[in-house]
């Protein structure tokens, strides 16, 4: 197929482009700068200038294609609920070009939120109300507007070479402070997955995935965050320590909330409906091994 990606230069984005590539599909790249442009023109993907608050750029390059995946997404969190909204705005100009096509759009939400203390697997649904719930509904309620819509879920770890979302963010931390730090007993979770993986599990609900299809790309239903604190506190040679609540909010600042957060979640639906099996290094071994203190 010819597929329009959005963040197609971004961390997972790039990596869909790579799986699409590499199994025959051709794809229309949007860029919002130079720079992007260039980076995908030298992997040989087409070109397509635009951003997330240009609606002709999209609903162009939506109509251009045979499908859509969307990974696009402002990760500004001063400006989180005027991104949430942008990305809303860009999703349904993008499902009213689709819609009664029977093309596929895959687009991306994430986990951390959905039911925390508890296994999230892909039968639950956002809560209305909560971060980036419209945009699920929108675009599971496109499944009955004439459009093959699916849904990925990433868990609050995406990790591999190039990694620059939560993770490193916990070691930036950890060096500023001069400590590791988890909250309580360190027992909450993060679910995790390496971006290869995470890429073809994209690539398989492309193909395969039917309408009104949530996808987990989870890895591991659960990492504690002592052990992501001690593997940092080691590759960085700093002490690791508990902290109260109180002292995390000091500690993390902004990211107190998903420092401490436990969110485990499931993919044993995904892996049967897609045949998915991950295969990539799991995230403690990544933190080691794969330039996370570089």
Not at 61 to 80: L, P
Not at 130 to 136: G, L, N, V
Request: proline content about 4%; glycine content about 10%.
């Amino acid at each position: 197929m010819r597929v329009f990606v959005t963040g197609a230069t971004g961390f997972v984005g790039s990596a869909i482009v790579s799986e699409l590539l590499a199994n025959d599909h051709q794809v229309l790249g949007l860029a919002r700068n130079d720079a992007a442009a260039d980076s995908l023109a030298r992997r040989g993907v087409e070109v397509h200038r635009g951003d997330l608050t240009d609606l002709d750029s999209l609903t162009a390059g939506a109509r251009a294609c045979e499908a859509v995946i969307h990974t696009a997404f402002i990760h500004d969190f001063s400006q989180w609920a005027a991104n949430i909204e942008i990305d809303l705005q860009a999703l349904k100009a993008m499902i009213g070009v689709l819609e009664g096509t029977g093309k596929p759009l895959i687009s991306t939400s994430g986990l951390a939120l959905h039911s925390p203390g508890q296994v999230c697997t892909e039968a639950v649904s956002a809560v209305r109300g909560a971060p980036r719930s419209d945009a699920e509904f929108e675009v599971l309620g496109a499944a009955e507007r004439g459009v093959r819509s699916i849904l990925v879920r990433l868990p609050p770890s995406v990790h591999g070479a190039g990694d620059h979302g939560f993770v490193p963010q916990l070691v930036e931390i950890a060096r500023r402070k001069g400590v590791a730090a988890y909250v309580g007993d360190g027992a909450n979770r993060w679910p995790a997955v390496h971006r290869t993986d995470a890429a073809r599990a994209y690539r398989l609900a492309l193909e395969t995935a039917p309408a009104g299809t949530r996808v987990h790309a989870v890895a591991e239903t659960g990492v504690p965050m002592r052990a992501i604190a001690e593997t940092i506190g080691a590759g960085l040679g700093l002490p690791t320590r508990s902290l109260t609540q109180d002292e995390a909010a000091a500690h993390f600042e902004w990211f107190a909330m998903f420092a401490a957060i436990d969110c485990p979640a499931s993919s044993a639906i995904t892996r049967e409906l897609l045949g998915w099996a991950p295969t990539g290094p799991d995230l403690l071994t990544d933190i080691r091994e794969n330039g996370y203190f570089g």
